[in-house]
């Protein structure tokens, strides 16, 4: 694999994202208790909107998850994962993600993200999600050089949903029995964004992160 390139020869994005009060980056092994204060106030806010095989992880295991396999899904290419830090504090308040990214001709991902419990109602999550956003779109070697990036919200998500308007993303339609979540297969609201309905935010600065 070619530096700047996942096995596949896409390009690959290890890139940090500044917002004026967030800093998004991968998780390290130093984050692990402060991942694990976060996790433990959150689950029984997001447990009702999880697919059973992850209710059924620890955090101990999601904490794995998102940093020993999340570094191996970044080089393949498949997942890029970052954890959205209070600039001013270093509270981690967010976790968002590019999830089965796809290239040849669709350049696409699919946009997920989960704000912590004590830090809802800031606006972090649009904050977070939208320098995301700008790593998904921006050119290499910064950015990953996708075209589209879509994300997938149950009808009774009231929060998400409102996190998706105020990014500008399309409400291309309902996916009806789309994912398996808390043990049903749930509807899902569709919203998309492509490269030429896309504004790089001024205040989304990226920066390669330092190895």
Same mark, same amino acid.
């Given at each position: 694999?070619?530096? =700047?390139?996942?096995?596949?020869?896409? %390009?690959?994005?290890?890139?940090?994202?500044?917002?004026?009060?967030?800093?998004?980056?991968?998780?390290?092994?130093?984050?692990?208790?402060?991942? +694990?204060?976060?996790?433990?106030? *959150?689950?029984?806010?997001?447990? *009702?909107? !999880?697919?059973?095989?992850?209710?059924?992880? !620890?955090?101990?295991?999601?904490?794995?998850?998102?940093?020993?396999?999340?570094?191996?899904? &970044?080089?393949?290419?498949? $997942? /890029?994962?970052?954890?959205?830090?209070? $600039?001013?504090? =270093?509270?981690?308040?967010?976790?968002? *993600?590019?999830?089965?990214?796809?290239? =040849?001709?669709?350049?696409?991902?699919?946009? =997920?993200?989960?704000?912590?419990?004590?830090?809802?109602?800031?606006?972090?999550? %649009?904050?977070?999600?939208?320098?995301?956003?700008?790593?998904?779109?921006?050119?290499? %070697?910064?950015?990953?050089?996708?075209?589209?990036?879509?994300?997938?919200?149950? %009808?009774?998500?009231?929060? !998400?949903?409102?996190?998706?308007?105020?990014?500008?993303?399309?409400?291309?339609?309902?996916?009806?029995?789309?994912? &398996?979540?808390?043990?049903?297969?749930?509807?899902?609201? +569709?919203?998309?964004?492509? $490269?030429?309905?896309?504004?790089?935010?001024?205040? /989304?600065?990226?920066?390669?992160?330092?190895?």
């Amino acid at each position: 694999m070619t530096p =700047g390139r996942d096995a596949q020869g896409a %390009p690959t994005a290890r890139t940090l994202a500044h917002t004026p009060r967030l800093v998004l980056r991968p998780l390290l092994e130093s984050d692990r208790a402060e991942f +694990m204060r976060t996790h433990e106030l *959150s689950r029984p806010l997001y447990d *009702s909107w !999880s697919p059973r095989m992850m209710m059924a992880m !620890s955090n101990e295991e999601l904490f794995e998850k998102s940093t020993r396999f999340a570094d191996e899904e &970044e080089r393949l290419g498949t $997942r /890029v994962r970052r954890a959205a830090f209070e $600039r001013a504090t =270093g509270r981690l308040v967010a976790m968002v *993600s590019l999830n089965e990214i796809v290239r =040849g001709p669709f350049q696409n991902a699919y946009v =997920g993200w989960r704000t912590s419990a004590d830090a809802l109602g800031l606006g972090y999550a %649009p904050e977070a999600v939208r320098a995301l956003i700008a790593l998904a779109l921006t050119d290499p %070697p910064l950015g990953l050089g996708l075209h589209r990036v879509q994300a997938n919200i149950m %009808p009774t998500n009231a929060a !998400s949903l409102r996190v998706a308007e105020k990014l500008g993303l399309r409400r291309e339609g309902l996916a009806l029995r789309y994912l &398996e979540i808390n043990g049903v297969y749930a509807d899902h609201v +569709m919203y998309a964004m492509t $490269r030429e309905e896309w504004l790089h935010p001024s205040e /989304v600065r990226l920066e390669p992160v330092c190895t």
